[in-house]
C-alpha cells in the first residue's frame, strides 16, 4: 500500500494507552479516521487534545464479546467500513509461575489472549465481506524469547505468535492481512510498573523505546505489507537466532539476567530521580 492511499481509510485501535495514543495520533496525521476504543474512556479523551479529526470514541472490554460486537457495529454505522484494526490491549502481571495465584494467571489469559482472539475473529466476516482489510497486533519480544517472572505474560505473547502466523496463511486469499509487532520494552506506564514489582530483568537488558517508535513500526506494517516487525529490528534478529540454539540458550540467559537486574536497578532509580 502507498502512503498517499492512507487518506480516509478506517481504523480501529483496541486499546488506547501510552501505545495506543501514539498510533491514534500517527494515523490521525495520515488522514485515517479513527474508532479508538478502551475500556478506560478517560485515556481516549486524554488522546483527543493531540487529534486534528474527531475520532468516534466507544468504550469496550475485549473481554466482554457483546461489547467486541458493539465496537464493530457502531464503527460500520459511523464509517460504513473498517480496513484496519490494531490490538494494542495487554496486562502482565510479574511474578514467579509457581507464586503467581489461578487468578491472576487467569486475568492475563483472559485479556491478551482470549480478549484478542475475540477482537480478531469478530472482525474477520467484516473484512471478508469487504474483501480486504489489515489486522495488527501489538505483541513483544517476550512472544519470542522466554521471560522469566513473566511467565504467563510470555505464553500469551507466543500464543498470539502461532494464531498470528496461522491466520496469515488462512486469510491471504481473502486479501486480509496479518501483521504482528514485536518491541522490546517500551517506555509505558506497564514498564514502570514492571520495574516497582520485580519485573523480569530481561525486560530491562535495553534502554526502552519510545511508543511512537512502536507506532511508526504499525505504519510500516501496513505499508509494505510485513508480517512481522520487531523493535529495534537487531534485537528481534538476534532473539530469532539465538531461539535457533537451544545450548547458546541456556548459556547466554543467566548472564542476561544478571546484566538485566543490573539495569532494572539504573531504571528504578532514575525513575525516582525523575519524579523528584
Not at 479513527?34 to 493531540?50: G, K, M, P, V
Not at 490490538?87 to 510479574?94: E, F, L, R, Y
Request: glycine residues 6%.
Amino acid at each position: 500500500m502507498k502512503r498517499k492511499d492512507l487518506k480516509n481509510k478506517i481504523a480501529v485501535i483496541s486499546g488506547v494507552g501510552g501505545i495506543g495514543q501514539q498510533i491514534a495520533k500517527l494515523f490521525d496525521k495520515e488522514g485515517i479516521k479513527l474508532a479508538l476504543a478502551d475500556i478506560n474512556i478517560n485515556l481516549i479523551h486524554s488522546a483527543l487534545t493531540e487529534l486534528e479529526q474527531d475520532p468516534l470514541i466507544i468504550s469496550c472490554d475485549i473481554t466482554n464479546l457483546q461489547e467486541v460486537r458493539e465496537l464493530y457495529s457502531k464503527t460500520l454505522e459511523e464509517y460504513g467500513k473498517i480496513d484496519f484494526l490494531v490490538n494494542t490491549v495487554g496486562i502482565i502481571i510479574p511474578g514467579s509461575f509457581e507464586d503467581i495465584s489461578y487468578e491472576e494467571i487467569e486475568r492475563q489469559i483472559t485479556i491478551n489472549l482470549m480478549g484478542t482472539i475475540r477482537c480478531i475473529k469478530e472482525i474477520i466476516p467484516i473484512m471478508k465481506e469487504a474483501e480486504e482489510g489489515h489486522i495488527i497486533t501489538i505483541s513483544s519480544l517476550a512472544g519470542i524469547v522466554p521471560e522469566t517472572n513473566s511467565s504467563i505474560y510470555t505464553a500469551t505473547k507466543f500464543a498470539l505468535r502461532g494464531l498470528n502466523w496461522t491466520l496469515f496463511f488462512e486469510l491471504k486469499d481473502y486479501n486480509i492481512r496479518i501483521s504482528t509487532i514485536f518491541p522490546d520494552s517500551v517506555e509505558t506506564p506497564m514498564l514502570r510498573y514492571e520495574a516497582e514489582h520485580d519485573g523480569s530483568p530481561l525486560t530491562f537488558l535495553h534502554d526502552p523505546v519510545q511508543p511512537e517508535e512502536v507506532a511508526e513500526a504499525v505504519l510500516k506494517a501496513i505499508i509494505k505489507e510485513k508480517v512481522e516487525v520487531c523493535i529495534p529490528h537487531m534485537e528481534g534478529i538476534l532473539s530469532k537466532l539465538v531461539m535457533c540454539m537451544p545450548s547458546q540458550l541456556k548459556r547466554l540467559w543467566p548472564k542476561y539476567e544478571k546484566k538485566g537486574i543490573v539495569k532494572r536497578e539504573e531504571y528504578i532509580k532514575k525513575m525516582e530521580t525523575n519524579q523528584e
